[in-house]
């Protein structure tokens, strides 16, 4: 099993099937902060290209409310920034995010033309590497993901659902028709399982049988009551190809789990992590486009 463009479209919502996040690091960010944003970039940042998700969130705390047009745009750009800072590509420290995203967020409706579900799931799969490592204390991306997709295909770590819960749910999905992953907002119970007991849940997982394991939770008739955005790249999900996202390069491998989609599993082709790409980082190489 493992998390596909499936999941990440029909969970979060995002699109997986658009152009690339990817090129040039490099970018004059005070120009990009007091352009975009009015924001003021420190000329003595210590932090590279990067900046306090705290900062912003203080800076753009309350919108005006004769505010016009433009600055109601700056606001949602702000915002956005948060969230890709802080929940979609978080880094270990979880309170910087980087100026160069701004650059894809210059026009809206330019920007529903970038694949961010790809580039999150590139960045999760690099960040579960480094976590296997036997050095790695901390993990880092979207966490999020990482647990609504083990809370819909591993039972024994999903709280309980009510059934006046799955009531508001239903009402929910009727008239707003959030993303699968929306469901999970709400207060659930989880006094069925032992809680903050590390070695029950790594013995749990260990012991996992085929038949324990929902290895489906999007049946059609799941995906036809959510919104056709949500299951509109559905066409590639279970192709095999290379997932980028700046420098990063993760191969998606679908064909090693078509269990998940309903089909039979054949022997898959094999696939080796390079190990070289693996050591590619940002560090040092602010002025290489990676788009090249």
């Given at each position: 099993?493992?998390?596909?463009?499936?999941?990440?479209?029909?969970?979060l919502?995002?699109?997986?099937?658009?152009?690339?996040?990817t090129?040039?690091?490099?970018?004059?960010?005070?120009?990009?902060?007091?352009?975009?944003?009015?924001?003021?970039?420190?000329?003595?940042?210590?932090?590279?290209g990067?900046?306090?998700?705290?900062?912003?969130?203080?800076?753009?705390?309350?919108?005006?409310?004769?505010?016009?047009?433009?600055?109601?745009?700056?606001?949602?750009?702000?915002?956005?920034?948060?969230?890709?800072?802080?929940?979609?590509f978080?880094?270990?420290s979880n309170?910087?995010?980087?100026?160069?995203?701004?650059?894809?967020?210059?026009?809206?409706?330019?920007?529903?033309?970038?694949s961010?579900?790809?580039?999150?799931?590139?960045?999760?799969?690099?960040?579960?590497?480094?976590?296997?490592?036997?050095?790695?204390?901390?993990?880092?991306?979207?966490?999020?993901?990482?647990?609504?997709?083990?809370?819909?295909?591993?039972?024994?770590?999903?709280?309980?659902?009510?059934?006046?819960?799955?009531?508001?749910?239903q009402?929910?999905?009727?008239?707003?028709?959030?993303?699968?992953?929306?469901?999970?907002?709400?207060?659930?119970?989880?006094?069925?399982?032992?809680?903050?007991?590390?070695?029950?849940?790594?013995?749990?997982?260990?012991?996992?049988?085929?038949?324990?394991?929902?290895?489906?939770?999007?049946?059609?008739?799941?995906?036809?009551?959510?919104?056709?955005?949500?299951?509109?790249?559905?066409?590639?999900?279970?192709t095999?190809a290379?997932?980028?996202?700046?420098?990063?390069?993760?191969?998606?491998?679908?064909?090693?789990?078509?269990?998940?989609?309903?089909?039979?599993?054949?022997?898959?082709?094999?696939q080796?992590?390079?190990?070289?790409?693996?050591?590619i980082?940002?560090?040092?190489?602010?002025?290489?486009?990676?788009?090249?």
């Amino acid at each position: 099993m493992t998390i596909t463009l499936q999941d990440v479209q029909i969970i979060l919502g995002l699109p997986v099937d658009e152009l690339p996040i990817t090129g040039r690091v490099e970018q004059d960010y005070k120009a990009l902060c007091l352009t975009q944003l009015r924001f003021p970039f420190l000329e003595n940042n210590r932090n590279g290209g990067r900046i306090q998700i705290r900062q912003l969130s203080r800076w753009f705390l309350n919108l005006p409310n004769n505010a016009n047009e433009v600055e109601v745009q700056r606001y949602a750009s702000a915002y956005i920034l948060q969230l890709l800072g802080g929940t979609l590509f978080a880094d270990k420290s979880n309170n910087f995010v980087h100026i160069t995203y701004l650059q894809f967020l210059e026009d809206f409706e330019a920007a529903e033309q970038y694949s961010w579900g790809s580039a999150t799931l590139a960045h999760l799969y690099r960040q579960l590497c480094l976590a296997s490592d036997i050095d790695g204390a901390e993990i880092a991306g979207p966490i999020i993901l990482l647990q609504l997709w083990a809370c819909d295909r591993l039972s024994f770590l999903a709280p309980i659902m009510g059934n006046v819960l799955r009531d508001i749910i239903q009402n929910e999905k009727l008239f707003s028709h959030p993303p699968f992953g929306h469901r999970w907002k709400h207060a659930l119970e989880t006094t069925r399982t032992s809680m903050h007991v590390l070695t029950k849940y790594i013995e749990m997982i260990d012991m996992q049988a085929l038949d324990e394991v929902i290895l489906e939770p999007y049946p059609e008739t799941v995906i036809g009551d959510l919104r056709a955005y949500y299951s509109s790249g559905r066409a590639i999900w279970r192709t095999r190809a290379p997932l980028l996202f700046f420098c990063v390069v993760e191969m998606y491998n679908p064909d090693r789990v078509m269990r998940q989609f309903g089909l039979r599993q054949m022997i898959p082709h094999l696939q080796s992590t390079s190990i070289q790409l693996h050591k590619i980082d940002l560090r040092g190489k602010t002025d290489k486009d990676w788009s090249a």
